[in-house]
Nanobody, 116 residues
Framework: QVQLVESGGGSVQAGESLNLSCVDS????????MAWYRQAPGKQRDLVAALTSFGVTIYDDSVKGRFILSRDKAKGTLTLQMNNLKPEDTAVYYC??????????WGQGTQVTVSS
């Protein structure tokens, strides 16, 4: 049973910001490293940003300097602050443990659409 719920997506213009939120309502993932992933139409799902078990935050090169990942374990939330959005950021965004694979449970995701 999937217990991760993503929200905060929307349609914005290039240069604008969005704040994505992921809630682990059951606390099932509290012991896991967590990450945000995204899947653009016709493409595979890729890692966007992850907070590793060592407390290190890693970002895909395409979002470095624009996106900020944070986590509140007490609240069971994982947040992705996305600034200076670009059309190429358009995708469905998912949160999950890190690393995660196709066979893991995935939520519905949240759609982000950036127009130029």
């Amino acid at each position: 049973q999937v217990q991760l719920v993503e929200s905060g997506g929307g349609s914005v213009q290039a240069g604008e910001s969005l704040n994505l939120s992921c809630v682990d309502s059951g606390g099932f993932y509290s012991g896991n490293a967590m990450a945000w992933y995204r899947q653009a139409p016709g493409k595979q799902r890729d890692l966007v940003a992850a907070l590793t078990s060592f407390g290190v935050t890693i970002y895909d090169d395409s979002v470095k300097g624009r996106f900020i990942l944070s986590r509140d374990k007490a609240k069971g939330t994982l947040t992705l602050q996305m600034n200076n959005l670009k059309p190429e950021d358009t995708a469905v965004y998912y949160c999950n443990k890190y690393p995660a694979f196709k066979y893991n449970d995935w939520g519905q995701g949240t759609q982000v659409t950036v127009s130029s």
